[in-house]
């Protein structure tokens, strides 16, 4: 008897330590926007994202269903939009997240409250990405945090390239001859060449009016924007009204020429998110791009 007890605790030992083996494989460290490492000992069960691309990334990676927590603009997939809300990244309720009880906090680097959160005790995540280079380093920073197998999420994140570089190439000859201004926000904000918007203008073979030197989303003098003359304009519906209360606008190329596309909300929602959606939003500015060209000449000189 005395012998089955020990090979009894022989084999429960063996067992303790392969499932410490494997606690330990799962947990990950992972690097922030801030250079900070953040230690995540297991997968995550319970999400707060405070940022809607990171929303559309846990989504496409399948881990929609562990969010708890939303910031009020994440708004796809369907799914979230039953989703509590707890503010936004530039008020959130400290408060109601705690309450939520999240093993990771997803933030952007500017959001506010962040430090507090980690004071708290939380784990938080700041990613914010900007161009495509941080879009595939967020989305790969995303996946091993929610211990996503890189396969899995290499796999998608090159169907993603795959439709953008579709998009890319459903361009005609004309329409690459184009100049371009692209408009976020009615301040007015816009995408510079260093955004991920005119990275993917400028794989579209377009130009674009606003110089990488601008930073990626600067805020524009309108008046600037009627000296650059540009071809084609795309803007949020927001902008609409505003548009037609500046100075000089009426005499833009542009507008005189209906090379003007509005976005509806949704789509504009889509278009300034560097996510899942990317190939999508690449379709929808390539489809502009083809309507201006067909408009007639653009009177782009060279």
Same mark, same amino acid.
Not at 4 to 23: C, E, F, I, K, P
Not at 112 to 132: I, S, Y
Not at 147 to 171: E, K, M, N, T, Y
Not at 267 to 296: H, K, T, W, Y
């Given at each position: /008897?005395?012998?089955?007890?020990?090979?009894? *605790?022989?084999?429960?030992?063996?067992?303790? =330590?392969?499932?410490?083996? *494997?606690?330990?494989?799962h *947990?990950?460290?992972?690097?922030?926007?801030?250079?900070q490492?953040?230690?995540? *000992?297991?997968?995550?069960?319970?999400?707060?994202?405070l940022?809607?691309?990171?929303?559309?990334?846990?989504?496409?990676?399948?881990?929609?269903?562990?969010?708890?927590?939303?910031?009020?603009?994440?708004?796809?997939? %369907?799914?979230?939009?039953?989703?509590?809300?707890?503010?936004?990244?530039? +008020?959130?309720?400290?408060?109601?997240?705690?309450?939520?009880?999240? +093993?990771?906090?997803?933030?952007?680097?500017?959001t506010?409250?962040?430090?507090?959160?980690?004071?708290?005790?939380?784990?938080?995540?700041?990613? %914010?990405?900007?161009?495509?280079a941080?879009?595939?380093?967020?989305?790969?920073?995303? =996946?091993?945090?929610?211990?996503?197998?890189?396969?899995?999420?290499?796999?998608?994140?090159?169907?993603?390239?795959?439709?953008?570089?579709?998009?890319?190439?459903?361009?005609?000859?004309?329409?690459?001859?184009?100049?371009?201004?692209? %408009?976020?926000?009615?301040?007015?904000?816009?995408?510079?060449?260093?955004?991920?918007?005119?990275?993917?203008?400028?794989? /579209?073979?377009?130009?674009?009016?606003?110089?990488?030197?601008?930073?990626?989303?600067?805020?524009?003098?309108?008046?600037?924007?009627?000296? =650059?003359?540009?071809?084609?304009?795309?803007?949020?519906?927001?902008?609409?009204?505003?548009?037609?209360?500046?100075?000089?606008?009426?005499?833009?190329?542009? /507008?005189?020429?209906?090379?003007?596309?509005?976005?509806?909300?949704s789509?504009?929602?889509?278009?300034?998110?560097?996510?899942?959606?990317?190939?999508?939003?690449?379709?929808?500015?390539?489809?502009?791009?083809?309507?201006?060209?067909?408009?007639?000449d653009?009177?782009?000189?060279?």
């Open positions: /008897m005395v012998e089955g007890l020990r090979a009894w *605790a022989q084999s429960l030992t063996l067992v303790l =330590a392969v499932w410490a083996g *494997a606690q330990v494989a *947990a990950v460290t992972v690097l922030d926007d801030r250079q490492r953040v230690h995540i *000992a297991q997968a995550p069960q319970r999400i707060v994202s940022l809607p691309s990171l929303t559309e990334t846990v989504c496409a990676l399948k881990q929609c269903h562990k969010l708890v927590g939303l910031d009020r603009y994440s708004n796809w997939p %369907e799914s979230v939009k039953s989703v509590p809300r707890v503010g936004g990244g530039l +008020d959130p309720n400290i408060e109601s997240i705690v309450a939520l009880k999240p +093993d990771l906090v997803l933030a952007a680097g500017s506010r409250g962040a430090d507090r959160l980690q004071a708290l005790g939380l784990n938080v995540l700041r990613l %914010e990405p900007r161009n495509h941080d879009a595939q380093r967020v989305w790969r920073t995303v =996946a091993q945090a929610l211990h996503v197998p890189a396969a899995d999420s290499d796999r998608v994140w090159q169907g993603i390239q795959a439709g953008v570089q579709a998009a890319v190439q459903s361009l005609s000859p004309a329409a690459r001859q184009q100049r371009v201004y692209f %408009e976020v926000s009615p301040a007015p904000y816009g995408a510079s060449a260093s955004s991920f918007l005119g990275e993917t203008l400028t794989r /579209m073979g377009v130009t674009n009016i606003l110089p990488s030197s601008m930073g990626p989303f600067p805020q524009v003098n309108p008046e600037w924007v009627v000296q =650059a003359q540009p071809d084609v304009i795309m803007a949020g519906d927001s902008s609409r009204a505003s548009m037609l209360q500046r100075p000089g606008w009426g005499r833009l190329r542009a /507008m005189q020429g209906r090379r003007l596309c509005v976005f509806k909300p789509d504009s929602d889509m278009l300034v998110r560097a996510g899942p959606r990317m190939a999508e939003g690449a379709q929808l500015m390539a489809d502009c791009l083809n309507r201006a060209a067909a408009q007639g653009t009177g782009v000189q060279r």
